[in-house]
């Protein structure tokens, strides 16, 4: 009934405005203000709010995810930063090298990463079927090689588009120099 979506409203704050709510959820209920705030601390303070979906905090959940995060953005700027200075430096240094890198590294910049990294599940995964499509571990299988195989396709596509761009950036700095 129409009463009881006003009453709804009332509860979330959807009757107040748009800056009165976004100013509560960034302080959230704190020293009187926003006694309404159904939220806690406010972003300010570090609560980042809950998930209806999950059904529980926003930062428990990013705790849980940044460890996966971490293990697959670390050996991809590690190998990225390995592969791209040399290239860089070396395409700068010899003009046949120069033009291919460029080529390749134009190419890498030109897709976008979520092709690039869809053209890799379909080839190395569906179509060759070397690597495992999606998944942190195989089920049932919580070993070292698991989790490797299952880190190669998207730490290979992180390098791939690092070394683009970083490889680029060397070769000018060395120019310049």
């Known amino acids: 009934s129409a009463e009881q979506i006003d009453r709804i409203r009332s509860l979330r704050g959807l009757d107040r405005s748009v800056g009165e709510r976004y100013g509560c959820w960034l302080v959230g209920a704190h020293d009187g203000l926003c006694s309404w705030w159904p939220g806690g601390e406010g972003l300010v303070f570090g609560d980042l709010g809950w998930s209806s979906v999950h059904r529980e905090p926003v930062s428990a ?13 670390f050996p991809a700027l590690l190998l990225s930063l390995l592969i791209a200075v040399p290239l860089g430096a070396y395409a700068a240094a010899r003009p046949k090298v120069d033009r291919w890198v460029r080529a390749t590294t134009f ?10 990294s869809l053209a890799a599940v379909f080839v190395f995964a569906v179509r060759l ?3 495992p499509a999606s998944g942190v571990v ?3 299988d919580d070993g070292l ?3 490797l195989a299952h880190a190669v396709l998207p730490v290979g596509v992180l390098v791939v588009v690092f070394v683009s761009r970083w ?5 000018e700095a ?3 120099a």
């Open 145 to 147: 090689l698991s989790r």
């Open 138 to 140: 195989a089920i049932g």
């Open 174 to 176: 060395t120019l310049a």
């Open 107 to 116: 190419l890498g910049l030109s897709m976008p990463a979520h092709w690039t």
């Open 129 to 131: 079927g070397w690597l």
């Open 167 to 171: 490889s680029r950036f060397v070769r």
């Open 61 to 73: 959940l990013l705790k849980r995810r940044f460890a996966i995060s971490f293990s697959l953005m």
